[in-house]
Every structure is written in C-alpha cells, then in structure tokens.
C-alpha cells in the first residue's frame, strides 16, 4: 500500500476576510473531491488571510498510479483557481 501526500500552498492578492478565504478554499476542495476521489483538507495558516495551505491525500496499492493521479490533480488545481500558487510538493510513504 502507497501513501501519496500532494501539499500545495496559494498567495491570496486582495482578500480581506476570512469569509472570502473559506470560499476559495471551499470551492477548490470540492472541486478535487469531486474529480479525484481524494481527500482534501485546509492544513496550516488558517487565521493567515493571504496564505492557504491545501494537503492531497489518496492511498493506492501502485506508486505510479498514485502519482499519475496527484500529478493530474495539481495540474487541475493550477487551472481552475485564479490564486498564485507559491508552492506544491509531492511526498509518498509505503506501507508493507
């Protein structure tokens, strides 16, 4: 079994609020589930209004598998959100 863990983190220009954070967040959150079937949760910087920490976890029984398909969910991430994306790395641990 194959751990993959997808870490990514936005520079938010212009927002002023947490509410208008939580909808950005909110909106991409649900459009990775929704494409991917992964898990998806808001990791650090949580009172920070111009950062958010995003982290990408699924589980397979292939490393290649898995890391076709975070590699495909970044590339999906970087094309529907308008935030500067500042950082993203891939990390996988495997269980025997």
Known sequence: M???????EYRLHGNDSLK???RIANSLKQKVRNTFNVSIAEV?????????SLAV???SNSERHLQSRLTK????????????????????????
């Open 73 to 96: 969910c970044l590339s999906m991430m970087e094309a529907v959100c308008h935030e500067e994306m500042v950082y993203s790395d891939m990390e996988f641990f495997g269980i025997e």
């Open 20 to 22: 208008g954070k939580r």
């Open 44 to 52: 650090g910087s949580e009172d920070s209004l111009s950062r958010l």
């Open 57 to 59: 976890v699924s589980v």
């Open 2 to 8: 194959v751990i993959g863990v997808l870490s990514v």
